[in-house]
């Protein structure tokens, strides 16, 4: 057989292209393939008409996957027809995309090796390849899957926000909560950002989202009431946001508690307890049960806010409108008589926005799912090695979490 016809057989190269020539070079492991055709006729690649070839580009090359331990390229001169409509047009080539240097099939391997490495640089490594091109592959792919994404319909959403870097601003994270992908990025979080996302739906798809699982974040409290129908009551505040007010509130409480023991010039029991005061009852590892149990009972009023965090809890296993009202009026009582402060401040907040936050009971959602999502983020900020600027954060989030079809065809 001949290498160029060898070629061919390996590349699945049919009429009209062919390999024209090969160039092995032993020392450089390199082969390079010059392709050329015996065709007259093109398509305009904008509206498929039949041209005739009015001349060709100049020689362009392509990395392909390696043969053996050779790093393969292609190369060829692509025509270009003259459309009517349309102007001069490089044709397609059936082995790489418009603009590529790749093709379809190296820049599939570079997609797996991103997905599969632990690191963008490992996966640089093993292709070969800058990490430049495989940024550029990556947002081809991205670009490519959001192309191809059908107007589905999303019944529950989760907003969430994601510091791009420690101490920077924010991205806004919509997420499909039944199928646990990343719909949509923005790189702020204001109402516009979460507001974008809404005006980019069609009317069914506005219509189809049931509930919206978010933080109590006023922006996008009224991207929602403003951006879908009958936006208000499908809110639906997350219980793992209000248990974090409610657990630094606690955590408030013990600041302020220890710091009043030390200006009294005694010893505070308060020291070295952060920790134990933030698990719940259950997270709690045994071996701190003897000594939790110890300042529980010295009823301080850290341990107070303790216990009303706790009964906090139990409003989620509620599942009747009228019983949970009631649940909810006892514990804010109790809450507001605390006397402490930052438990008071919480409880006043959640009863100003008690419609919200009780609506799990009608939609039993929560952005858990987000917050898997936010550790798979986490990954890939750690596999990026850090990011540029926001834009690749956002690709990133694409990439991995999008759900999206990424591969060349
Ligand atoms: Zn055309």
Redesign the pocket.
């Known amino acids: 057989m001949q290498d160029t016809k060898l070629f061919e057989t390996i590349l699945g190269l049919t009429a009209p292209w062919h390999v024209a020539r090969v160039e092995l070079k032993t020392d450089a492991k390199r082969v390079d393939l010059w392709l050329e055709h015996d065709s007259t006729r093109w398509r305009?690649p904008?509206?498929d008409?039949e041209l005739a070839g009015f001349d060709h580009a100049e020689e362009r090359t392509w990395r392909h996957l390696d043969t053996c331990q050779f790093e393969t390229h292609l190369h060829a001169e692509i025509p270009r027809v003259q459309?009517p409509?349309?102007g001069i047009k490089q044709v397609r080539v059936p082995w790489a995309e418009p603009r590529s240097r790749f093709t379809l099939l190296f820049e599939r391997l570079i997609i797996d090796l991103i997905r599969q490495c632990s690191t963008v640089k490992g996966a640089c490594a093993i292709a070969g390849v800058s990490w430049d091109e495989a940024w550029g592959v990556m947002s081809r792919a991205v670009a490519r899957g959001q192309a191809r994404k059908t107007a589905r319909a999303i019944r529950y959403l989760g907003v969430d926000e994601k510091a791009f870097r420690k101490g920077h601003r924010y991205h806004t994270i919509v997420c499909d909560l039944d199928r646990s992908t990343v719909e949509f990025v923005a790189e702020d979080r204001e109402t516009k950002s979460l507001a974008g996302y809404y005006a980019s739906l069609t009317d069914d798809q506005r219509g189809a989202i049931e509930a919206v699982a978010m933080d109590m974040w006023d922006p996008y409290i009224h991207a929602t009431r403003d951006g879908l129908p009958g936006g208000h009551a499908k809110i639906v505040f997350d219980r793992y946001h209000i248990m974090r007010e409610m657990t630094r509130a606690v955590d408030t409480v013990r600041k302020h508690e220890h710091r009043a023991f030390l200006r009294e010039g005694g010893e505070s029991p308060l020291t070295g307890t952060k920790y134990l005061w933030l698990y719940s009852d259950e997270q709690r590892p045994a071996a701190h049960a003897e000594t939790f149990a110890t300042l529980h009972a010295l009823n301080l009023k850290v341990g107070r806010a303790w216990a009303i965090k706790e009964a906090l809890r139990t409003l989620w296993t509620y599942r009747q409108g009228a019983a949970v009202r009631r649940f909810f009026t006892h514990w804010s009582t109790w809450a507001v008589r605390s006397r402490l402060e930052p438990v008071k401040k919480v409880a006043a907040m959640l009863k100003r926005r008690i419609d919200g936050v009780l609506r799990f009971v009608k939609y039993p959602i929560t952005n858990g799912v987000a917050e898997g999502l936010n550790s798979k983020i986490m990954n890939i900020k750690r596999k990026a090695g850090g990011f540029r600027n926001p834009s690749n954060f956002t690709t990133a989030i694409y990439f991995h979490c999008g759900g999206l079809d990424l591969y060349p065809r």
């Open positions: 305009c904008e509206c008409a459309c409509t349309h």
